[in-house]
């Protein structure tokens, strides 16, 4: 049996009165890329704190590659989990390098292991070395998310997680964008967890997509599944809404 990277088991989650999840139950298979998409409010950056975390569940289990999720005491394990989020959350007042090589720094590796995996990064993700020395404001969108990029895999983490790292970029640099990050995920072999909305983007990264309504998995299975067997009503008129011209894992969304 092959092992999952994340589990979620019956899990349920409320904040104040708004019962977010509601014994959500599935699994992101090692190395490979796994969607969650959905409406918003459906309960998809829950799961993602749920990973790293930041809260815990009201019932269930969360199971890291077999464990439960770290939590901020444990730094040898929060390592192994990098995250990218919308707005990438750079520090505004560090420069490109120290954004991404921080946590490093603070483990206390020494400058030519650093300037190493900078170069390292900085060629996987196509970020121009003269970029290194801006600051955050000084840097496009897309860069921004490159750094973003570049700083959660420097410690070489076993899973990725990813919020709608895309959605605030404009149209064209999202294309690129879109095309770079899976052939970053396939040459890694990387294991993903990336939130979306959109049915062309989780068409697009997906090898797995769990459809996620009102906090429970609608369906789970690939785009194909989605699209020619959908498992309710709600996930035939999501399909139906988002479909459009596109259709298939064969190009990434541009609109």
Known sequence: MIRSMLQLENVTKQFSNKLVLRGLSFRAPRGETTVLLGSSGCGKSTVLRLALGLTSPDSGRVRLDGQPPPDASNAERRQRVGTVTQAGGLFPHLTARQNITL????????????????????DLTRLPTDALDRFPLQLSGGQRQRVALARALFLDPTILLLDEP????????????????????DSLEQTVVLVTHDLDEA????????????????????FEDLVERPATPTVERFVRAQRGHRAGRGAPCDD
Not at 108 to 114: C, E, N, S, V
Not at 170 to 185: N, S, T
Not at 212 to 220: E, K, N
């Open 203 to 222: 068409a697009w990264f997906g090898h797995t997509i769990v459809m996620l309504d009102q906090g429970v998995a609608a369906q789970v299975g690939t």
């Open 103 to 122: 946590l490093a720094e603070d483990m206390g590796w020494d400058a030519p292991r650093l300037e190493t995996r900078l170069r390292e990064l900085t």
């Open 166 to 185: 895309l959605s605030a970029l404009d149209p064209v640099i999202r294309y690129e964008l879109q095309r770079e990050l899976r052939a970053i995920f």
